[in-house]
């Protein structure tokens, strides 16, 4: 996979590269916001780990700017440990998922494989409710043909729902299934990855059922 580190510390940025190499990556990285777009116009990444703090920006408002971009590959953020403001901004900028500094190597590399694995995970389902059109093979979700970009994370919970339409999910089973652990912090990001799926689909079959968990009704 073509990937893609972008942090100013250069001992952590080398460490990174060499650890994501490891396990088969292409690694490019980039010390600035700057040099960031630039690599990312010459060759879109598949995945992206992007330091929260730059020396030209801030990694939330350049992840803000891809999503707006259109950009669908997902993004990893490195954050302050603890920080949980710092958390919920990058969830809500579209990152996919976080790792709080000071972080274990191995953890990090498990976190970029899981989402490399759901980022390229196909179905060929077309499914059409509420007005919204979602095209699991293709990714892609409109309304009145307008596209409504989606990050990683939010695809893998909208199939999740797509694949058991009409019934409850508990909250554990999606935490297991979409972060592959149920913690308090991967509980955190799905409260706030809801409200943000919620908005931008309009989707108001896809609901919160009190005590159970989530499901997406059938219309």
């Known amino acids: 996979m073509n990937l893609l580190v972008v942090d100013d510390h250069a001992e952590l940025l080398d460490l990174v590269k060499r650890g994501l190499e490891r396990?088969?990556?292409v690694?490019?990285?980039a010390a600035n916001v700057a040099s960031a777009r630039d690599a990312i116009l010459e060759r879109v990444p598949d995945l992206v780990v992007l330091d929260l703090a730059?020396?030209?920006?801030?990694?939330?408002?350049?992840?803000r700017e891809l999503r707006r971009d259109g950009a669908?590959?997902?993004?990893?953020?490195l954050t302050a440990h603890g920080e949980v403001p710092q958390r919920v901004a990058s969830?809500?900028?579209?990152?996919?998922?976080?790792v709080a500094k000071p972080f274990a190597m191995a953890e990090l590399r498990a976190r970029v494989r899981a989402l490399l694995r759901r980022g390229t995970i196909e179905h060929a389902t077309v499914l059409a409710i509420g007005g919204l059109t979602i095209d699991f093979g293709a990714r892609r979700a409109s309304r009145a043909e307008t596209e409504l970009p989606l990050t990683t994370r939010e695809w893998s919970l909208l199939e999740l729902f797509a694949s058991r339409l009409?019934?409850?999910i508990a909250r554990a089973d999606i935490l297991e299934t979409v972060w592959g652990e149920n913690t308090e912090a991967a509980s955190a990001s799905l409260d706030v990855l809801m409200g943000r799926l919620r908005r931008k689909?309009?989707?108001?079959?896809?609901r919160t059922v009190r005590g159970a968990g989530y499901m997406l009704e059938r219309e």
């Open 54 to 63: 730059l020396p030209d920006g801030t990694g939330v408002d350049l992840c």
């Open 91 to 98: 969830l809500d900028a579209g990152a996919d998922d976080f």
């Open 27 to 29: 690694v490019r990285t």
């Open 72 to 77: 669908s590959f997902p993004i990893l953020m």
């Open 23 to 25: 396990d088969g990556n």
């Open 166 to 168: 009409g019934r409850v």
């Open 201 to 206: 689909l309009s989707l108001t079959s896809l």
